[in-house]
């Protein structure tokens, strides 16, 4: 299912949805049909060309850190608990000794960071294996404890896949409900990562990092298609449908408490 579910998410992506336009122009070539064949090379541009520029990082992205800019530790109220998120952590590569760090790696600092400022005393990393046999969560442990934090402290979630999950499986650990939560996720993820961790009952204060959206322009002119530009456009697309996506299904909506049952005699 998750890769179902990931496989899918490829047809609204930037590069792929581009792709699909130029093999339907491709097709339309093959059948003659010029006019088509062009609307669809048109439209490959476009999709393609768009996202790759600075419009399309401040149409997309922009939107989404403006809501959850950084703030120093200083700034944010002590909690129960922090809790970082995977995706900052790859798998151990072909050649490598060790799982690299990837744009969102700021997320394992941060929770460092907020940790070593005594805003919580305790870390959950949460996060599994997508890729090996080592979950993402053991690799953040790993990295955090390089960084100075006891390993006393930290507690792993393996099992989870996916944001919902995260915060699933985080509430099975936590038990009860209404603990405050340091949420530590890359800014473009926080809206869905906070409104799902809210519907688990969690009190969630966001602790953002990770922002792509840069202050100074580029060298480069903003007109101008880069891949970096490319990168940060798909994962703000990502997030905007993904909250979609997530609020039609109701995966926002407040989850009921199942109490106990007890046996009447």
């Known amino acids: 299912m998750f890769t179902l579910t990931k496989i899918l998410s490829l047809f609204v992506y930037p ?25 669809y090379t048109f439209l490959a541009l476009g999709v393609i060309f768009v996202p790759s520029t600075q419009f399309g990082v401040d149409t997309f992205a922009t939107p989404l850190e403006a809501r959850y800019p950084a703030f120093a530790p200083e700034e944010l109220p002590n909690g129960d608990v922090i809790v970082v998120l995977g995706g900052g952590v790859e798998a151990d590569g072909k050649f490598g000794r060790w799982g690299d760090l990837n744009e969102a790696g700021d997320r394992v600092l941060m929770g460092a960071e907020l940790w070593q400022a005594k805003k919580a005393p305790r870390l959950i990393v949460s996060g599994g294996s997508t890729q090996g046999p080592i979950s993402e969560a053991s690799r953040m442990r790993d990295l955090l404890v390089r ?43 926080m809206r869905r990562a906070v409104a799902l961790f809210s519907a688990q009952g969690f009190k969630v204060t966001a602790a953002p990092t990770d922002h792509r959206v840069h202050r100074y322009p580029h060298a480069i002119p903003g007109w101008m298609p880069t891949v970096e530009h ?3 456009t798909t994962a703000a697309i990502h997030e905007w449908v993904g909250y979609w996506v997530y609020d039609r299904l109701g995966r926002f909506d407040p989850v009921v408490a199942e109490e106990p049952s007890s046996d009447k005699q």
């Open 15 to 39: 590069l792929s949805l581009g792709l699909f336009f130029v093999g339907l122009s491709l097709w339309g070539q093959l059948r003659g049909n010029r006019a088509a064949a062009g609307l």
């Open 230 to 232: 490319l990168s940060t």
């Open 147 to 189: 960084l100075g934090v006891s390993p006393s402290v930290i507690t792993l979630e393996e099992d989870s896949l996916t944001t919902q999950g995260n915060a699933e499986e985080v509430a099975k650990l936590e038990g009860g409900r209404n603990q405050h939560v340091l949420l530590v996720t890359s800014s473009l993820h």
